[in-house]
């Protein structure tokens, strides 16, 4: 009986690209609360310090500004931890971090109290997102591997949308700031239930968790930076995905800007596409993924690329298009962004695991992170500069890295082929 259940299951979440959950609910689980307790505060950190402290808004954020300059460095000291402690131990560690972090924001006052909590917050989201994918290398290999991305992204997008939908209703509520002090709270509680969720799953594999001695001896004094930095491979595609933290960075940065500013569209508008990119990825990111498993992986990205490319082309023409063509070609732009998105992420975060040496995956994940940071720091300034010159740039300016990217993974690919075979086959190559 339970075996003809079974096959219908299988089946079922085979044809929607799901991956197999029946050991790793508590990651799942975990993942979701946490994009949860993030989305809900993301958007009133400033909002809360504005109305809680006597500081102006230029002095939160010059706080804001150096706490992430002070935290600058942890991707590389979490690297050497996941090698030395195991994936799990860290991430669950970069959670109770952030809640450390949040219930000082409670009693935060004066300046450098709002660094400090401020620091330790963005201290633990960096502990925590180095080792992300690393999470889901424990839990799955091969093409399993990749329907557990799709699947967690698809969980992030759900999780922020609704923690941003339930922060928008509590933030007003109360008297004397209660509300934004509830999602204070809220927050801290997502985190703690997250680290207790991460404390009681147990992965399949062991080994990179329970790291013996002489093991650990041998990471230390094998796996170095250094290593990484040699790695072309590795260092390309730390580069390449800069390109896509830009492209990344395209909602929230650009959209609402560029659709009142630019176009003078009603605001509403930069909500609503906001909301189509939301539902696009939730309804059809796992089922795109396994679609896409048919394809070499490096091709698809490369695809993606071009049409990451084309979306933004299209972007910029608007600026010169009739009004009533524009709410139309938003959309269209919209639509080709979040399919690129879609084919692409999960790929993209499978590579970035399959690529690092299993002894030193933390140091390797440290770099790939690094690009992040790098990307999530030099995006605002630039693509708002280029926005202020003129409407059309930023687009053609990512149209252009977009394009250039899409050679530059194929690259990669016969890099990847060049080396091992068994990694060769990860770019979906004929080995």
Not at 32 to 41: E, K
Not at 255 to 269: M, S
Not at 319 to 334: D, K
Not at 394 to 402: H, K, R
Request: proline share 4%; charged share 15%.
């Amino acid at each position: 009986m339970a075996a003809s259940l079974s096959s219908p299951l299988s089946s079922l979440r085979d044809k929607f690209g799901l991956p197999n959950m029946a050991r790793h609910r508590n990651l799942a689980s975990a993942a979701l609360i946490d994009s949860l307790g993030t989305g809900m505060l993301l958007a009133f950190v400033v909002v809360y310090f504005a109305e809680t402290t006597t500081l102006s808004l230029p002095a939160i954020g010059g706080a804001i500004t150096i706490a992430r300059f002070i935290a600058a460095p942890t991707a590389m000291v979490v690297g050497a931890m996941i090698d030395r402690f195991g994936t799990r131990r860290v991430a669950l560690t970069g959670n109770l971090i952030s809640a450390a972090g949040y219930i000082g924001f409670l009693a935060a006052d004066s300046l450098w109290e709002v660094v400090a909590v401020t620091m330790l917050t963005q201290v633990g989201a960096v502990t925590y997102w180095t080792c992300s994918t690393g999470l889901v290398a424990l839990a799955a290999e091969g093409t399993e591997r990749t329907r557990w991305f799709a699947m967690l992204h698809t969980l992030r997008n759900v999780g922020l949308g609704a923690g941003g939908a339930l922060g928008a209703l509590l933030v007003g509520s109360g008297e004397d700031n209660l509300g934004l002090r509830l999602l204070v709270v809220a927050n801290v509680i997502s985190y703690l239930v997250a680290a207790f969720l991460l404390a009681r799953w147990r992965p399949a594999e062991q080994k990179p968790e329970t790291p013996a001695s002489a093991a650990a001896e041998r990471t230390e004094t094998t796996s170095k930076y250094s290593t990484v930095l040699r790695d072309r491979r590795y260092m390309l595609l730390a580069t390449i995905n800069i390109v896509f933290v830009f492209a990344a960075l395209v909602l929230s940065l650009l959209i609402g800007l560029y659709v009142i500013e630019a176009l003078h569209e009603d605001p509403w508008i930069a909500g609503a596409l906001l909301l189509l990119n939301s539902a696009q990825v939730a309804l059809t990111q796992t089922v795109v993924s396994r679609w896409m498993e048919r394809f070499r992986a490096t091709r698809v990205i490369a695809v993606s690329c071009l049409v990451n490319a084309a979306a933004f082309g299209l972007f910029a023409l608007l600026g010169m298009a009739p009004s009533w063509l524009v709410l139309a070609g938003l959309i269209a732009a919209t639509v080709l962004y979040s399919i690129a998105e879609t084919t692409a992420t999960p790929l993209y975060e499978n590579l970035s695991v399959a690529l690092a040496p299993v002894e030193s995956r933390g140091r390797y994940l440290a770099v790939y992170q690094l690009s992040w940071t790098f990307g999530q720091t030099a995006a605002p300034a630039l693509l708002t500069f280029l926005l202020a010159r003129e409407s059309w740039l930023p687009w053609i300016f990512l149209a252009v890295l977009s394009v250039v990217a899409a050679p530059a993974v194929l690259v990669l690919e016969r890099l990847i082929n060049s080396r091992r075979p068994d990694q060769a086959a990860v770019a979906g190559a004929p080995v």
